[in-house]
């Protein structure tokens, strides 16, 4: 775990040139700093994975408007849901989340032009549902008819968590 204070993280703004930004399980986060990211108008890629209960979808609708984001990685980001990402623009590639059923229900009506979506953590999609899941479990995030339609539309869903990789 980092530990980077959130009025250091306030300070990101200041890096007007930062293109990729990785804050991974970082206690500092909250909406306040991605109000302060939002702000780099260059960042293309942002790692917020295992930020848990720290972000919501309030401080995610900033995020959502970088015109230059094409990378998000919200793995393990609980307080999100599906609607969050109506709100983000038309250049986002890749999007990293935890399959969280409850939450993500809708998340179909909500995808846009996402070039590759990795939905992670007990996935379940028609292809890969074996129909052994009880009423209390996981269900497919997606319907066939969803699944069949972001395939035809070149949407790549990975069932396996690789980050994207930083570059310099």
Sequence with gaps: MNDVSSSALRRLSELTRLRQLHLSDNCGIDDEVLKSISQLEVLTHLNLSLSHERISNDGLSRVGRMPMLTHLNLYCCHNITAE????????????????????????????HNIGTLEVLGGLRTPEFDDGSASDDEEMPIFTEHEWNDLKDRGVKIEHEYVDFPMTM
Excluded: T
Excluded at 89 to 100: C, E, H, T, Y
């Design 84 to 111: 969050i990402f109506s709100q983000f623009g038309q250049g986002l590639q890749v999007l990293i989340l935890q399959n969280d059923c409850e939450r993500m229900k809708n998340l179909y009506s909500h995808l």
